[in-house]
């Protein structure tokens, strides 16, 4: 009869996990959900400052000259990697890795061997695997998808004046 308790209890083990399991995906579909309706609520601005950008280029006389609008050699290039903070999200993160990788390949490598590449990762998973690697890692951006504010974007931000 023991060997029939120690079934019951590893069925009745089984089920718990499960229950935990679909609980844990309830958490993150609420949070993805809460995610997705923060971006959908910034789509009008983003659309509208687009629009303005646009109108501004476009009324800007041939005359006018700005250093960001000139083309000129690539020398260094940034890749920002944005992935999650923690591995619930499936293939989520695997899927950013192949693309970054990939990218870096057939695209930087091969129209632009002499740049200098850096990457700056932001979330902890991001973090985590390119440290690993060879790439050159100029920041790391940990945590910051606990709480979504401007701040932290404007640190991202700051990155990119300071070093570009």
């Not at 940034?78 to 899927?95: E, H, I, M, R, T």
């Not at 740049?115 to 945590?143: C, H, M, P, Y």
């Amino acid at each position: 009869m023991a060997n029939l308790r120690e079934l019951k209890r590893r069925i009745g083990g089984v089920k718990n996990t499960a229950k935990i399991t679909q609980a844990m995906k309830m958490v993150s579909a609420a949070k993805l959900k809460r995610g997705q309706r923060a971006i959908e609520s910034a789509r009008p601005y983003v659309l509208k400052m687009q629009e303005i950008l646009g109108n501004v280029i476009t009324g800007i006389g041939d005359d006018y000259e700005n250093p960001l609008l000139t083309e000129r050699e690539v020398k260094n290039i940034a890749v920002v990697v944005v992935g999650s903070d923690k591995g619930l999200c499936g293939s989520f993160n695997a899927n950013i890795f192949k693309m970054v990788n990939s990218f870096i390949k057939e695209d930087i490598s091969i129209n632009y061997p002499d740049a200098n590449l850096q990457l700056i990762s932001v979330g902890n998973k991001t973090v985590s695997k390119f440290s690993k690697t060879k790439l050159n890692v100029s920041e790391n951006f940990r945590d910051i998808f606990g709480s979504l504010e401007f701040s932290s974007a404007q640190n991202i931000i700051k990155t990119f004046e300071t070093k570009f």
